[in-house]
């Protein structure tokens, strides 16, 4: 009997990358955030890095204005 197992997680700043595709393609890596939001998709672990670093501040701005 085949074993599942769970799909390839990276963490940067609180986000999880998860490897849902073969990389290089353009939604091959989905970021969400620890609290749950979505973040997007990235081709790469660099482009899903530069997409933390260009959202998280606004993100976080955001979470705190609604606590």
Do not use: K
Not at 36 to 50: I, K, M, P, Q, V
Request: aromatic content about 4%.
């Amino acid at each position: 009997m085949a074993q599942l197992c769970a799909p390839p997680t990276w963490t940067h700043r609180g986000c999880s990358v998860q490897l849902v595709g073969s990389p290089d393609q353009d939604d091959a890596f989905q970021i969400r955030h620890c609290s749950g939001a979505w973040l997007g998709t990235a081709s790469s672990l660099d482009g899903a890095r530069e997409l933390i670093d260009a959202r998280i501040v606004l993100l976080r701005q955001r979470l705190a204005a609604r606590g």
